[in-house]
Nanobody, 113 residues
């Protein structure tokens, strides 16, 4: 069964860091673009970042540029989102996405003092 499972979320203080992981099962990530989305309370889901199949290209929303990085380890079938200098407005449920094929269930990130 094809699945994406996020991990690594939690509560962090402003200015802190978290690394989210998106582990795939039931298929091999190697050939796919993987994206991260987030949805804050009362807001629409928005794209955060995406990474090409071999990891050579990535894109970021303006709101996270310079603070977030994305990487992948195809050997581990996992994509990572490193989030630094976190702000309260980064508080959201973060989702891993494989286009129209699959979504993870999401993981909560709360940035608060």
């Amino acid at each position: 069964q094809l699945q994406l499972v996020e991990s690594g979320g939690g509560l962090v203080q402003p200015g802190g860091s978290l690394r989210l992981s998106c582990a795939a099962s039931g298929f091999t990530l190697d050939y796919y673009v993987i994206a991260w989305f987030r949805q804050a309370p009362g807001k629409e889901r928005e794209g955060v970042s995406c990474i090409s199949s071999l990891g050579g290209r990535s894109n970021f929303a303006d709101s996270v540029k310079g603070r977030f990085t994305i990487s992948r380890d195809n050997a581990k079938n996992t994509v990572y989102l490193q989030m630094n200098s976190l702000l309260p407005e980064d508080t959201a449920v973060y989702y891993c996405n494989l286009g129209a094929i699959a979504w993870g269930k999401g993981i909560l990130v709360t940035v608060s003092s």
